[in-house]
């Protein structure tokens, strides 16, 4: 058995923890059925099997409910005033591990939410939402590059407030888990990273390479000071920090999960530092003084042989329990089903471990926000939509899975759980005709200046952003040719080439030749370039540049003299774009272009989801704000537009569209698969 790992005197509960004892799965198994046939027969003859709203009636549900088995009303966030020892580990005297909390047993139910990928307005419903259902604690993420897009520039404001959401879920009775990165996954860009990391070929992300860590520590220098304050011995509700995530599937420097936590451990972390790994990379990925937990589907007869190598007979934490999972462009959808879920859930109560669903509640991709994976040899983009197939649907709405866990929960509990909050009304809002338009080419001179330069420079590396790079969107290289032949250019993810105004190809990561047809006059050679999200899992993330990567030829000559314009895509430039003089659409436009509507709301905005069926692939901006990425190849039909981003009244919707103009935008009450 591996080294046993201690947590720091400052988070260690006044208990004497004894010897590991090196026990086989057999006969660990056999310990849990001789606990089981003890102490949980209630539970067992009574059955777990939840019922949903959805199933109330069925005969099969057990006359008596399941004796309670837990009462946490005492260790809340809210009732917890003198506070001695943070998160801990005790035992029975039987030998059962468990975790404490100020000293009494306690076990983590927890639910991640995202808070950058729900509007802010929000918060408090999907918290509530996670109290209803059973859940003690919440979990989230913390995206680097959302927090400091530009180097020095940080961003904690609106829909990134940290402090609010951390002290929001406290108010409601929830601790928290903080992932604190750097890396996260997290199906976003770069998982987390700024693209920034990425202009020099030096860098060696993920690894204590000196531009890498020194940037790290800069980070880290500005995000702890925020979280310090938060933390349980401080009066807030953090009770745990995660330091990287999944780093086992990395490995690529045995001194890197120690540097974090140590850098955790220097700027003021005092609450228990945890790791997160999959089952089978524990060894890998954990680190002296931190505690290991897993992340998995469902539990299998090997599922914890690796955390116990690492950490002996310590209690259990299930870092990420998969409820679903993420949808990539031109994949089928695969989800667990609902009693695949339930079962699972019904386990973990009866072996007492703790758990985190993952995801409890996952929100949007608004804006360029998405990651990407690369399977089958295949770069494919993440969806807009981050349901997830989660407990709560992306617009916050109750699942089957939901009922069923808080039936789960509830029959665990002692004490009542509270009143399930309301649901948010849904609005299917009048046909949108999209009127006018502005072609791409006239949209140029209101973007920021453009770069000149001599050769193709990438995304990451343009002179823009305070030297910062271009993160997310669209890259437009123009160059003067006066003759066709062979075109080579190596364009990350996809790019639309033109002659003038007029498309002649296509080029992607597969496909980076193509003949120019010959011309007897000299033309604009064009090449838009999109980001279709940088990949956030694999050793991968540190070729993702995008753009124009290397030079650009045709038949052999290296092209020269290119003008490069960042589509950004930001609030300011829309703003500038009201000063346009937009043309009206009497037909079909064939072409990049952005195109005008108005939604009329009403007095009383709502939710709702815009389908764009006859649209081919592009973004929506509803009043400024990004709505996402449509693409008619699917997975998903529909996008999310929350109404605490409408106005009463009427609101301004632009449309971006790559190829060619649809008819209108209609509006559906649910989402479409």
């Known amino acids: 058995m591996g080294s046993l790992r201690f947590f720091r005197a400052r988070?260690?509960?006044?208990?004497?923890?004894?010897?590991?004892?090196?026990?086989?799965?057999?006969?660990?198994?056999?310990?849990?059925?001789?606990?089981?046939?003890?102490?949980?027969?209630?539970?067992?003859?009574?059955?777990?099997?939840?019922?949903?709203?959805?199933?109330?009636?069925?005969?099969?549900?057990?006359?008596?409910?399941?004796?309670?088995?837990?009462?946490?009303?005492?260790?809340?966030p809210l009732e917890l005033k003198n506070r001695s020892v943070g998160l801990g580990t005790g035992s029975t005297a039987t030998g059962h591990a468990h975790f404490t909390?100020?000293?009494?047993?306690?076990?983590?139910?927890g639910g991640s939410i995202h808070y950058f990928r729900v509007p802010r307005e929000y918060w408090r419903d999907r918290l509530l939402k996670l109290k209803a259902c059973g859940f003690n604690t919440v979990t989230t993420y913390i995206p680097w590059n959302l927090h400091e897009p530009e180097t020095g520039k940080f961003d904690f404001s609106g829909n990134?407030?940290?402090?609010?959401?951390?002290?929001?879920?406290?108010?409601?009775?929830?601790w928290v888990i903080?992932?604190?990165?750097?890396?996260?996954?997290?199906?976003?860009?770069?998982?987390?990273?700024?693209?920034?990391?990425?202009?020099?070929?030096?860098?060696?992300?993920?690894?204590?390479?000196?531009?890498?860590?020194?940037?790290?520590?800069?980070?880290?220098?500005?995000?702890?000071?925020?979280?310090?304050?938060?933390?349980?011995?401080?009066?807030?509700?953090v009770i745990a920090v995660q330091v990287e995530n999944e780093y086992g599937s990395f490995n690529r420097d045995k001194r890197y999960m120690s540097y974090l936590y140590q850098a955790l451990i220097k700027r003021g972390i005092v609450e228990l530092i945890l790791t997160s790994d999959n089952e089978n990379e524990v060894l890998q990925g954990s680190t002296e003084g931190a505690f290991a937990t897993v992340n998995l589907k469902e539990i299998k007869k090997d599922s914890f042989n690796q955390l116990h190598q690492v950490q002996g007979n310590k209690p259990i934490l299930i870092m990420e329990y998969w409820v679903g999972w993420y949808s990539k462009w031109g994949d089928e959808q695969r989800f667990p089903k609902v009693s695949e879920v339930e079962r699972t859930v019904s386990e973990f109560i009866k072996r007492e471990l703790s758990f985190n669903a993952y995801m409890f509640h996952g929100g949007t991709n608004f804006g360029f926000m998405n990651g990407a994976a690369y399977t089958n040899e295949k770069h494919q983009g993440v969806v807009t939509s981050y349901d997830y197939d989660a407990v709560l649907s992306e617009a916050g709405d109750y699942t089957e899975k939901y009922y069923g866990l808080r039936n789960l929960l509830r029959s665990a509990s002692e004490i009542p759980l509270p009143q399930l909050p309301g649901t948010n009304p849904k609005a299917v809002y009048p046909t949108v005709k999209l009127l006018h338009y502005l072609p791409l080419w006239e949209v140029l001179e209101y973007l920021n200046e453009p770069v000149k330069s001599n050769i193709p420079i990438n995304m990451e590396n343009l002179p823009i952003n305070n030297g910062s790079g271009q993160s997310f969107g669209f890259t437009l290289y123009e160059t003067p040719i006066c003759s066709g032949g062979r075109l080579h250019a190596n364009a990350a993810d996809i790019a639309q080439v033109f002659l003038n105004e007029t498309i002649v190809g296509v080029l992607d990561e597969y496909n980076q030749i193509m003949d120019i047809p010959k011309s007897t006059k000299c033309q604009h050679l064009r090449i838009l370039v999109e980001n279709q999200g940088r990949i956030n899992f694999s050793w991968k993330i540190q070729y993702e540049n995008k753009g124009l990567i290397g030079p650009v030829s045709i038949d052999s000559v290296l092209l020269k003299d290119f003008t490069i314009y960042p589509l950004e895509m930001k609030m300011n430039f829309f703003k500038r774009l009201r000063s346009a003089t937009w043309k009206p659409l009497t037909g079909s436009y064939v072409g990049p272009a952005f195109y005008k509507g108005t939604l009329k709301a009403g007095s009383s905005p709502k939710d709702t989801f815009l389908s764009l069926m006859d649209w081919d692939k592009g973004f929506v901006f509803i009043n400024g704000h990004n709505l996402g990425r449509y693409w008619n190849i699917g997975p998903q039909k529909t996008l999310y537009l929350p109404g605490v981003w409408l106005h009463p009244g009427d609101n301004e919707i632009i449309l971006f569209e790559k190829m060619e103009s649809g008819s209108s935008i209609r509006f559906k009450d649910k989402p479409q698969l």
């Not at 993920?206 to 500005?222: G, L, N, P, Q």
């Open 101 to 109: 909390l100020n000293g009494r047993k306690f076990r983590i139910f």
């Open 11 to 76: 988070a260690q509960p006044a208990y004497i923890f004894p010897d590991p004892v090196s026990l086989s799965l057999g006969s660990r198994c056999l310990s849990w059925s001789r606990i089981l046939a003890i102490f949980f027969l209630p539970f067992i003859s009574s059955g777990l099997a939840p019922r949903s709203k959805l199933r109330e009636t069925l005969p099969s549900q057990p006359a008596q409910p399941p004796e309670p088995r837990y009462n946490w009303s005492y260790v809340t």
């Open 160 to 174: 990134l407030d940290l402090k609010t959401f951390v002290m929001m879920a406290g108010e409601i009775g929830l």
């Open 178 to 237: 903080l992932r604190a990165g750097p890396y996260i996954c997290a199906e976003i860009d770069l998982g987390g990273l700024p693209s920034r990391l990425l202009r020099s070929p030096k860098a060696i992300l993920r690894t204590t390479e000196k531009s890498f860590i020194e940037a790290v520590d800069r980070y880290f220098d500005h995000l702890v000071p925020r979280m310090a304050p938060l933390q349980f011995h401080q009066g807030g509700p």
